[in-house]
Nanobody
Framework: QVQLVESGGGSVQVGGSLRLSCAAS??????????MAWFRQAPGKEREGVAA????????YYAASVKGRFTISRDNTKSTLYLQMNNLKPEDSGRYYC?????????????????WGQGTQVAVSS
């Protein structure tokens, strides 16, 4: 089992910044995950992939709507995932989830991921 705990959400004005963190723990986390990602879900909408990092290649991927504004990273201890969000827009509002899997799959597909956190709320106001 792997436990994922997100933090760092909050309320900001348009153009502001937030840094989300996702702390991973659990006995299975001794093995390196294959892919880690951030998803978000706004009320009444489907959960969508925001960004992902493949831990072997360190390749990163972003949704078109956040490219150039968000940066995904993983710390040296490999136990925390981050999402730096700059120039936030109202459409970035929603609940942000950290996800992880030990096998392959398309990064932006929800079913790729076995483990999920409970999420952290982000609200961007104009």
């Amino acid at each position: 089992q792997v436990q994922l705990v997100e933090s760092g959400g909050g309320s900001v004005q348009v153009g502001g910044s937030l840094r989300l963190s996702c702390a991973a723990s659990g006995p299975q986390y001794d093995d390196p995950p294959y892919v880690m990602a951030w998803f978000r879900q706004a009320p009444g909408k489907e959960r969508e992939g925001v960004a992902a990092i493949y831990t072997g290649t360190l390749n990163t991927y972003y949704a078109a709507s956040v490219k150039g504004r968000f940066t995904i990273s993983r710390d040296n201890t490999k136990s925390t995932l981050y999402l730096q969000m700059n120039n936030l827009k109202p459409e970035d509002s929603g609940r942000y989830y950290c996800a992880l899997d030990f096998h392959g799959g398309a990064w932006s597909v929800v079913s790729t991921y076995t483990y999920w956190g409970q999420g952290t709320q982000v609200a961007v106001s104009s």
